[in-house]
Structure formats: structure tokens, C-alpha cells
């Protein structure tokens, strides 16, 4: 369906996050070892975020997408590599049939301290989105989070698509006041989407990948991921792009939270309920 990366660690140039070794993401675009009956090429846009300081000890997250492919885009090797991060995260996307080909639709989604890819499908999604947010209304109304979940704020989604209102409903659980904060950690909202999402499309494959600037968490249901952790630096990538010896691939059915030093994998359980 796509592929995608995220890195933390030392300054890079995000450009070359993009283009870096002999299977690099821009190579993935158009031969991809790995896409489990999800396409063939992804040749449907691209998109990377990048962290910076805004100097006053603030945060931000920018980013550029393309809708062409990556590899007819000259800023790749001409802008990008002149701007330094972090942190990146990057995507190449092979469109679903029937949703569209616009720059709005390729990934990375950003909201504040966030930058969010998604490599997979939800079958019927206007249908099972719409259903996951009106069951996370319902719940969140009980624990006086009134409104976040209303199923009209899918509306707000950038595109007609199931990646950007899967957007919409994660970045919702990452700013969710609940007493506990128990939604608002990145690995629960995480694996409290994937379970609902699959309660209602049993089908869908939901491969994500979520990062703050400082660490990375991603899940695997269905789509290939492997990682690339050292003492300086951590990488998760569909495929990976180099012969490195270091590269893991990550388990099918997969919570992932990396940043450098550390790789943690738990697993994650076909769900019989929604987990609240």
C-alpha cells in the first residue's frame, strides 16, 4: 500500500533520509521487495516531516508532500538535503482505488508536536471510521471528554481518505483529558485505535507510524517493518533500506516504541472488544 520511515537521533539532512542506501525509501517507491499483496509500486505522492526549535524552546514539526512521484520531484536532492533535523519521518504512498490523488492525501499528517503515516487500508471506511468515532464518543462523553469523538469532526480530515480520518481520530485520543491520561500516551491510543478500527473492519491492515521529535511508536498488522536501533540513533522503515546486519524485522500483529538505546516490541491481540 506505501512505505514509509521514521528516524530520531543525531542532526541528518532530511533529504537524504529519503535517498540513503541501496534500497532507500525513494528506491522502495518503485521497487519494493516487500508489499504483501498491497500493490506493486508506490507511485501515488510522497511526503516527509521534519522537527526544528522555533527558538524560543518550542517545538514545531514541518513538512513538504508531493503528489507526483518521489523520484520526478528535484527537491529531494536539490531543497531537501539543504535543511537538518532530529528527527524525520517520510512516506511514499500507492493509492487505494478509489481515493484520491492529491497532495492532501499524502502522508505525513501533522498536528502540533505530532507527525502520523499509515501503510494499509480500512475496507468500507467511511463506514467503520464514522462507527469507531461514534463508539469513542459514547465512552468519552462518560469520562466528561464531551465533543472530541463527535463523528462530524471527521469533516475535518485533509482528505477523502482512510489515512487522513485515521488522522483525525488518533490525533483526538493523543489530546484526550481523561483522569488517568491513560488515552493520551502514544502506545495506548495507539493500540486502543487499531482495536477498534478492526472491531469494525476485521479486514483492514494497519501498519502505523507515529513520531514526537523525540521517540517513534508504530504498530504491524499485516505490512512488513523492520528496525534499525543503536546507542545514537533509531530507525523504523517498511523495508529496510541498506544491508546493515543491525536491521530486525518486527513481528506481524506488533506495538513498536523506539528512539536511540531502546526497542521495545509487545504484541497486539486480535480484539473482541473495544479495550476501554
Known amino acids: 500500500m506505501c512505505r514509509h520511515l521514521g528516524y530520531v537521533g543525531p542532526q541528518v539532512r532530511v533529504g537524504e533520509m529519503l535517498t540513503l542506501g541501496t534500497h532507500s525509501l525513494r528506491t522502495q517507491s518503485w521497487a519494493p521487495r516487500d508489499m504483501r499483496r498491497g500493490g506493486t509500486i508506490n507511485a ?3 511526503g516527509v516531516a521534519w522537527w526544528r526549535d522555533t527558538g524560543d524552546g518550542a517545538v514545531t514539526v514541518s513538512r513538504y508532500r508531493n503528489p507526483a512521484p518521489i523520484w520526478t520531484d528535484p527537491a529531494v536532492e536539490e531543497v531537501l538535503p539543504q535543511l537538518e533535523s532530529w528527527a524525520v519521518l517520510g512516506a511514499v504512498r500507492s493509492a487505494t482505488v478509489g481515493m484520491p490523488v492529491e497532495q492532501s492525501a499524502c502522508a505525513p499528517f501533522t498536528h502540533g508536536r505530532w507527525a502520523f503515516s499509515h501503510n494499509g487500508v480500512v475496507p468500507d471506511w467511511r463506514r467503520a471510521l464514522t462507527a469507531v468515532a461514534a463508539e469513542f464518543a459514547g465512552t468519552a462523553d462518560e469520562l466528561g471528554a464531551t465533543g472530541l469523538f ?8 485533509e482528505s477523502a481518505t482512510d489515512t487522513a480520518a485515521l488522522w483525525v481520530l488518533l490525533r483526538g485520543l493523543l489530546a484526550t483529558d481523561v483522569p488517568d491520561g491513560a488515552w493520551s500516551a502514544a502506545p495506548a491510543a495507539l493500540r486502543l485505535l ?3 478500527v478492526l472491531a469494525q473492519a476485521p479486514e483492514a491492515r494497519l501498519n ?3 513520531g514526537d521529535g523525540a521517540q517513534l511508536w508504530a504498530t504491524t498488522w499485516h505490512h512488513s517493518l523492520s528496525a534499525l536501533v543503536t546507542d545514537t540513533f533509531a530507525i523504523l522503515c517498511s523495508e529496510p533500506f541498506d544491508d546493515d546486519p543491525r536491521w530486525q524485522s518486527i513481528p506481524d500483529r506488533s506495538l513498536v516504541t523506539a528512539r536511540p538505546d531502546h526497542l521495545a516490541v509487545e504484541p497486539l491481540s486480535d480484539p473482541e472488544r ?3
Open 44 to 46: 501515488d505522492g510522497f
Open 150 to 157: 463527535d463523528p462530524a469532526r471527521l469533516l475535518e480530515a
Open 194 to 196: 487499531v482495536a477498534a
Open 208 to 210: 502505523f507510524l507515529l
Open 274 to 276: 473495544l479495550p476501554l
